[in-house]
């Protein structure tokens, strides 16, 4: 085991703001795609499916670090509102498939396009060309933390 070497207060700083900036966009980006009558763990599920396709429950509720049974009531709603419907899974019949139905993904797809165009606006009315350079320079180094 390698001992680590103790973290710089410029590192502490840069990790401290980008964490708080980061929180800030990811709250105005729930504001703004906030469809009328669904709940944030609603619009994640319809937005994750949308991105990944079909999935379990099970699969659902541990990508959304949920309980099985929060899922479930997630679950139930969008189904209640015609965006989901629950298929038998073709390798085990005693589980279930979620996907999206039209009107879901339709939700889904107006709810991203609607945060995208906001994101991109605020940029291009906040910012220099020379700024948002930066700023995409600065986003491929924050990228490198994800990186394993």
Known sequence: MTKSSPVTASAAEA???L????????RK????????????????????LSKEGPASASVLAAAERVRPQSMAAT???LEEQ???????????????????TPAGR????????????WLAREM???FTEAERATMIEALRLIDRLTQS
């Open 15 to 17: 990790a401290q703001e």
């Open 19 to 26: 964490r708080v900036v980061f929180s800030r966009i990811r």
């Open 29 to 48: 980006l729930r504001e703004i795609g906030a469809e009328e009558g669904l709940t944030p763990s609603q619009t994640s599920v319809l937005s994750r």
């Open 75 to 77: 679950l139930g709603a």
């Open 82 to 100: 015609g965006l989901i419907r629950r298929d038998p899974d073709p390798t085990d019949g005693r589980r279930q498939q979620v996907s999206l």
């Open 106 to 117: 339709s939700r889904a797809e107006g709810d991203r396009a609607a945060r995208q165009e």
């Open 124 to 126: 291009q009315s906040r």
